[in-house]
């Protein structure tokens, strides 16, 4: 396998993407496929690519991107995407969503809890659940509620989240795992 690259397998054949093609950065630390089938690549330090099949179109701070460092994305159920930014040695800058048209940053200033946002997931109740360096913040298109250690949560640093079948939201944290029967 060739570093600094997308890899792909298609149906037995590997077939591989990088800056020559149109990736704006070779490190890659989130993807999601929206519901019209496009892959999208949150770059560490590239902004995030949309791929169609064929090419890649970046979108950057200069786009109005909160951060060219993408840790996390998710489609919601009314299309948009969500894009958590985040950095290893600086501080992140929120979270960015996009409606197809314009990004509309969040931050600590607008109710969330770090502006390191590692991951992010849409709950069946239609919840945006953000995993940050200083907890989990809900938003429920009103505003947002954190919930960290002061709430039974396992450690703040939180970087993975998923739902599972029968409803629960499980957080996995730098130190252990936490589960979220009933918020």
Not at 127 to 147: A, E, M, N
Request: aromatic share 16%; net charge negative; glycine share 14%.
């Amino acid at each position: 396998m060739r570093e600094g690259r997308i890899i792909r397998n298609n149906k037995g054949y590997w077939e591989s993407y990088a800056l020559i093609d149109g990736l704006p950065d070779i490190n890659v630390l989130a993807i999601c496929e929206d519901k019209e089938g496009f892959i999208w690549f949150g770059t560490e330090d590239g902004g995030v690519s949309r791929y169609d099949g064929q090419s890649f179109v970046n979108f950057t701070v200069e786009d109005g991107l909160a951060s060219n460092s993408i840790t996390s994305i998710i489609e919601d159920k009314e299309g948009c995407l969500w894009f958590g930014t985040g950095s290893w040695d600086t501080e992140g800058h929120g979270v960015s969503r996009y409606d197809g048209r314009k990004f509309i940053n969040i931050n600590t200033e607008d109710g969330l809890a770090d502006n390191n946002v590692w991951s992010i997931l849409e709950d069946k109740e239609g919840y945006i659940w953000l995993g940050t360096y200083k907890g989990i913040s809900r938003y429920d298109r009103q505003g947002f509620k954190t919930f960290n250690t002061k709430n039974g949560l396992y450690n703040n640093h939180v970087r993975f989240i998923l739902e599972d079948k029968k409803g629960y939201i499980w957080f996995g944290t730098y130190w252990g795992a936490s589960l979220a029967m009933m918020v």
